[in-house]
């Protein structure tokens, strides 16, 4: 297993700091999960991803896709073709992909997170490039599908999201070792953002970096290549 570059860790940390800091997080939070909107304000379809129908890590349904976590996925901007949508739901690939989750740590924070749980080759690694092998599927859907089921564990990552924040060699675990830098100073301060915005516990520590994020990012103009 080899470790992110110290290199990488370090600009992630310095963007995600640029990105975390000041007021404009806090309002791009509470602009896109609805809080506090100003008549005709609606807000975005994503703020149900990870509270439609209970959550993807929900009893009985951790380790399972189901039709509505592909809705939830699909409120990401994203169309998930029929055809994986099926398999999912009664094929083969749906198997393969539960057996992968069962292996994969639930209810656990990326920051606090043992390394080998995102690593090259784990369980998460594995089912990630099961779902990029099916046909009509990149990268983008991917990554949504797991953070569905794994909202605490795995993040949104697209292409708004990689504009913002490069695109190391192993994202996840670039990420986790940025998100525990400093004692973990990362990590608090989206809790912190959190709290601030006045979301519920159940928004992840990580959809809290990805909406600011992005938010942020797709105002500034995201105009990076694909």
Not at 163 to 168: E, K, S, V
């Amino acid at each position: 297993m080899q470790a992110p570059r110290p290199d990488d860790v370090a600009v992630l940390v310095q963007r995600l700091d640029e990105r975390l800091t000041g007021p404009r997080p806090v309002d791009d939070l509470r602009r896109y999960f609805g809080i506090g909107l100003r008549p005709g304000q609606e807000a975005f379809s994503g703020a149900r991803f990870e509270h439609l129908g209970g959550g993807g890590e929900g009893a009985g349904t951790a380790d399972t896709v189901t039709a509505t976590d592909l809705v939830a996925v699909e409120t990401l901007s994203v169309r998930i073709p029929v055809e994986l949508k099926l398999g999912l739901l009664e094929g083969p690939v749906g198997e393969r992909l539960s057996a992968l989750l069962r292996e994969v740590p639930s209810g656990v924070d990326l920051a606090d997170a043992p390394a080998q749980a995102v690593a090259d080759g784990s369980p998460a690694a594995r089912a990630w490039k099961l779902l990029t092998e099916q046909q009509g599927v990149g990268w983008v859907i991917a990554g949504k599908t797991l953070a569905r089921k794994r909202p605490r564990l795995l993040p949104v990552y697209d292409t708004v999201v990689r504009c913002a924040l490069g695109r190391p060699p192993s994202f996840w675990s670039t990420l986790r070792a940025a998100l525990g830098h400093g004692g973990g100073a990362l990590h608090h301060r989206l809790l912190e953002l959190r709290e601030a915005a006045g979301l519920p516990d159940t928004v992840s520590a990580l959809r809290v970096c990805d909406v600011a994020v992005w938010m942020g990012h797709r105002t500034d103009g995201h105009a990076c290549p694909r």
